[in-house]
């Protein structure tokens, strides 16, 4: 947990879009630019600050970003979730905890769930011992116990979860509190908070006729069973009530156990379903059938054993006021056959352990009351949070709250106000200008590669099988930046207006009244204004925008580059380099010889930058940029073609031979063309140097 990011910005007043609507406040731009730079090791560094279970998060997250996402404007959201994943599945590596011992303190966490192993995350990289105290043999609570295996295999959460106890953070399996331990025994043990984070791990039901029928199941508790055995009796043809995530996975759970038929039944019509698109789409795909807008009168059966359930037509689910209350059409009743009738129609709260603790109140729903702000009971040195507070919410939800928690227990144990920058709300980057929609190039998304149909229901396999590194970053280059593009300083800014003249997005402006230039969230970081503008008082917000100079300035610390010779500097898109699943060529290409320095989009790179290659040693430089067919930006060729030009008469100017700089425009940064003009340029110049 880094509670001040370093590459925060303290003077812009927006926020991208996508890290306002993360629970977390995760720095989805920040990792998705890093991977449309090749950075992944960085990209993951970036997430894992933030999300103590990236792995996990990546694959069931129902991330609200995406639904926040500028892009859907242009076509479809940028794959941050999957993006995501892609890091926690290869780029994964240990994170250093040098608070490790700072403090004496020792902190319990009651359930090893994603509230309680974020708040454990946090509070041992401030520096507190800290000890989670699990009912359950394996750690990961609901995203374990409710979640299938086909979506989330066991080992990504193992491996989430891996990293935490390295931090030191203890965890105590099989130990139930009100059984094994109680709040008092724990404070005898010298633990100066507790943290409940036990979540709702039971099964809401219908107080309907019929309920108690033999082939009625809890959807937790079904689940679960599958999850640990593999298996559940059922029959063969199962009706699941409900129209939520949970709902869902039972459903497609229950198929893989080979029934004749799988039927969901909902109050809600299909928009109105409390899940993701995704997830209901996938559910009907593996061959359930969904039965919108009915609601359940009661549970038929024979001889004891469901036969049915009786559904009445619904008239409306929320009313005038927006409450859930709905209403049904009388007369409407008929019969959905039913052998097994699965009820996923929530979670409940078990607080058993609570006896003998009045002072910790709870609501009429079964959930723990606590302080919004600092999340503590009426109990001092106690804390709740995650679902058993929330009521039914999100992994990422679970996760803000054990974040809060660590920043809370800390402030009270230290007397202090140390705040999470990253929580103080921000106006949102605004919607981009409908005017402006046509000039953004529309990019197709890439979707995620998934195990055939064929195949899935004969295992628990994973369905979703992950980016490869290309795809991961042409998915993570349809990122605009949004919040992060140019910005003008007024000090510097002449009001000559070149920036309104050259920008290909039409995003500078003067404002009536004013002598300077103004650029609003639309930039789409093409850069063109930076180099441009004579007055040099434009700049991007971000330095992962370094414009190639960082870059450029590591290849020469190579101590062996001096006896290079010839040494071509290539200056690529970076846009151009994943086309071709031949990544692996950029590494090897011409390594001797040949050095590369990518960047984002070469509108960005000054002049300046290529007589600075010579300047530290180059004997060429090569300009490979993509053509305005294939260019994340439009009109960069042309400005790319008058530096070139210009560049070659700085050049000439002072004696170098015009072969030493050479502009390509190529449709790919990898294979065969880019051999081909490495090889020829080597060649070119190896005499004249």
Known sequence: MQINHPQSKSYVNEEAPCILACPIRQDARDYVQLIARGRF?????????????????????????ETKCRRNSTDKPVAIAWL????????????????????????????????GLAAANDLALLGYPCAIFESSPTPGGMIRMGVPAYRLPRDVIDRDVEFIKKLGVEIKYNTTLGVDFTFESLKKEGYAAVFIAVGLQDSRTLNI?????????????????????????????????????????????ALRLKPEKVSVACLESRKEMPTTDFEIEEAVHEGTILHNSVGPKRI??????VTGLEILKVKYVFDEQKRFNPAFYEGSESVLEADTIIMAIGQASNLTFLKGQENIKVTRGGTIIANPQTFNVDVPGIYAGGDIVLGRGTMTESMAHGKKVAIAIHNTLRGVTVKDEKWIDKPAVPD???????????????????????????????????????????EAQRCMNCGAGAIVDDNLCVGCVTCVRVCPFDVPSIKRGSTTAYID????????????????????????????????EAVFKDKHIRGIKPLVINFYCQYGAYNEGSQANTAELLVFHYRRVGVLGLGKVDPSLYLRAFELGAHSVLVTA????????????????????????????????ARRFQTHFVSSQNG???????FKMVEDVRDIV
């Open 672 to 678: 065969k063309e880019i051999i081909e003009i490495a």
């Open 209 to 253: 006729e019929g309920a108690q029928l033999e082939g009625v199941l809890k959807g937790i508790a079904f689940l679960h069973e599958v999850n640990t055995t593999g298996k559940a009796k059922i029959g063969k043809n199962v009706l699941v009530i409900g129209g939520g995530a949970v709902a869902m996975d039972c459903a497609r759970t």
């Open 626 to 657: 993509c053509k305005d067919s294939t260019c994340h930006f439009c009109k960069e060729q042309e400005w790319i073609e008058k530096r070139a030009k210009y560049t070659t008469q700085l050049l000439a100017g002072v004696g170098i031979d």
């Open 84 to 115: 995501k994943r892609f890091l926690g599945d290869n780029y994964s590596k240990e994170q250093k905890n040098p608070s490790a011992g700072k403090y004496s303190e020792k902190i319990a966490i009651i359930g090893a769930g994603p509230a």
């Open 432 to 474: 981009i200008e409908t005017a402006k929609i046509g000039l953004i190039k529309k990019e197709e998304k890439v979707e995620m590669p998934v195990m055939a149909s064929e195949h899935r229901l004969n295992t628990f396999d994973e369905v979703e099988l992950g980016f490869t590194l290309e795809a991961a970053v042409k």
């Open 41 to 65: 090791d960085e990209a993951f560094q970036v997430v894992r600050e933030r999300n103590s279970l990236p792995s996990a998060c990546g694959r069931i997250c129902t991330h609200p970003c």
């Open 300 to 305: 038929v059966g024979r001889d004891g054993k």
């Open 521 to 552: 969230g639309d930039c789409q970081s093409c850069g063109l204004c930076i180099v441009e503008c004579p007055a040099k008082a434009i700049t991007f917000k971000t330095p992962y925008e370094d414009r190639g100079k960082d870059a450029l």
